[in-house]
């Protein structure tokens, strides 16, 4: 009697969660669509790179097109512009959420050098940004936070 109990249960089971319903308007965007975006950021970016783009680098880094963006993009295209870098490898990890991960990029130039950088892609507002600057500035009038010191 026991057994029995136990197989009606697990029929049960089964069949609710083979027809349990689905609403695919509701669903949130696979892991290959938001692995897609992120693909696009980063083939944006080799777009940026070969034709020496600084607007592109701007938009694909998500800043504001300012001054201090504007003499960052001048310095990662000096160093990397203008190569006619094919793309061989992009893998895209979400190993911080849905809308944060890291990208992972290996290229080849036309003089056979490789290019392997690695970023951090974040969605904001449902597009994807390589994370490529890194002398954004604190704000104005607003001081950093620092750890050298405790506050008092």
Not at 72 to 98: C, F, N, S, T, Y
Request: proline content about 3%; glycine content about 10%; charged content about 30%.
């Amino acid at each position: 009697m026991e057994r029995r109990r136990l197989l009606a249960v697990l029929a049960a089971l089964a069949v609710a969660t083979g027809c349990s319903t689905h609403d695919d308007s509701k669903a949130e965007p696979s892991h290959s669509a938001s692995s897609d975006g992120a693909r696009h950021a980063v083939e944006a970016y080799v777009d940026a790179l070969n034709s020496r783009s600084a607007t592109g680098l701007i938009t694909v880094g998500g800043v504001k097109d300012e001054s201090w963006s504007r003499k960052e993009a001048a310095q990662i295209l000096a160093d990397r512009g203008g190569r006619e870098w094919k793309i061989k490898d992009v893998q895209i990890d979400h190993d911080m959420g849905p809308d944060t991960g890291s990208a992972r990029l290996l290229a080849e130039g036309k003089a056979g050098k490789s290019l392997r950088d690695t970023f951090t892609v974040t969605r904001e507002k449902g597009v994807w940004h390589l994370a490529v600057f890194t002398h954004q500035p604190n704000g104005k009038g607003k001081e950093s936070s620092s750890t050298d010191k405790p506050g008092s």
